[in-house]
């Protein structure tokens, strides 16, 4: 069992369609969660970071945490075409310590 | 403030040849790390350096590879004996302190 598991899809929805997206971890030393965009052939950029259980809000992104049941959640509310990239699920046990990463899914959202 | 960011973008070479890859990190940032990708994966940790030290080395960091930050700020990864396995996206990323990591455009490399 791989320590980050996360669903590759695809997805695809229509503009406008709330779009969830989640991961599962088996260590629960894992205390820091981020959520990463990837577009086609590029770095990956962070969009949420958070640290507790709970959630966490940033205009159109929702980021969950549930700590007690090892789960993650990224929700975008009325997604955009320019939403269609692979969302990276990533998480540490410290700050500054190296990230796990999920396989990623790939999302399209279709105008 | 610019981003991480990574040299050559791209690189070609033939089995058995030694690449070097480039990273510059973002300014005053003293943790720098590098992540390989292959296609359809998440990115996997290779190793990461607190200022001039390495402080982490992954399995995956086979004795072909090294890496180094001297003083502490721009690092280069070298691969020797290149292999058709290690075809993959190679990235960077920085931080300051209890921070997330902010990533390079990565380099992408293919072994022919």
């Known amino acids: 069992q791989k320590e980050v598991e996360q669903d590759p899809g695809p997805l695809s929805v229509p503009e406008g369609a709330i779009v969830s997206l989640n991961c599962t971890y088996s260590n629960s030393a894992f205390q820091y969660f981020m959520w990463y965009r990837q577009y086609s052939r590029k770095g990956p950029e962070l969009l949420m970071y958070t640290y507790s259980s709970g959630n966490k809000e940033d205009g159109r992104f929702t980021a969950q945490v549930d700590k007690s049941s090892k789960y993650i959640s990224l929700f975008i509310r009325d997604s955009q075409p320019s939403d269609s990239a692979t969302y990276l699920c990533a998480m540490s046990m410290g700050g500054s310590e190296k990230l796990v990463f999920g396989k990623g899914t790939k999302l399209t959202v279709n105008p | 403030d610019t981003g991480v960011s990574q040299n050559p973008r791209h690189k070609i070479t033939k089995r058995g040849q030694n690449v070097t890859f480039r990273c510059d990190p973002i300014?005053?940032?003293?943790?720098l790390y590098w992540y390989r990708q292959t296609l359809g994966q998440g990115p996997e940790f290779l190793t990461y350096f607190q200022n001039e030290a390495q402080l982490e080395k992954s399995r995956l960091l086979s004795d072909r590879f090294s890496a180094e930050r001297p003083k502490g700020s721009f690092s280069t990864l070298e691969i020797q004996r290149t292999e058709q396995g290690d075809s993959a996206m190679y990235l960077c990323?920085?931080?300051?302190?209890?921070?997330?990591?902010?990533f390079g455009p990565g380099t992408r490399l293919t072994v022919l």
């Open positions: 300014s005053e940032h003293n943790r």
């Open positions: 990323a920085s931080t300051r302190g209890p921070d997330t990591q902010y």
